[in-house]
């Protein structure tokens, strides 16, 4: 298939792709020489869009794009111990943004019963919202 292809089989842009190549983690395929159906379009396969699909889906778990180029790394050396080590790292720094997430919601939960108990005045989201820039 053609970049376009892998991009669309994958569920990003070509850009995207191209971008994941600069950096290493996917493979830029020769160009095919000679004549023909095709001529000098770089051909991708299945194994491209797996990983394609790996390197999106490690992303979506929070890991960066340096973990990520680490982990593909590891699968060539099948070092589990690292992997896991990178796994419990990622876990450690998403209960800490899952963290500040519950007390974001809690203190918008707070200020939202506050805005609907019907007090005069300025309501206390905007008010909150107006003091954090100051």
């Known amino acids: 298939m053609t970049i376009a292809g892998l991009a669309r089989e994958a569920g990003v842009g070509v850009e995207t792709v191209r971008y994941y190549q600069r950096r290493g983690l996917l493979e830029t395929p020769e160009r095919p020489s000679g004549i023909g159906r095709g001529g000098s379009v770089r051909r991708y396969g299945i194994e491209d869009v797996r990983r ?21 790394a590891l699968d060539a050396t099948d070092d589990r111990k690292r992997a896991r080590e990178l796994a419990s790292e990622q876990i450690a720094a998403l209960d800490v943004k899952i963290e500040g997430l519950e007390k974001a919601r809690a203190s918008l939960r707070r200020l939202a019963h506050e805005c609907g108990s019907g007090a005069a005045g300025p309501c206390p989201i905007l008010t909150s919202f107006e003091q954090s820039h100051n």
């Open 52 to 72: 394609l699909r790996f390197i999106r889906a490690a992303q979506a778990a929070g890991f960066t794009l340096a973990q990520i180029e680490e982990l593909l």
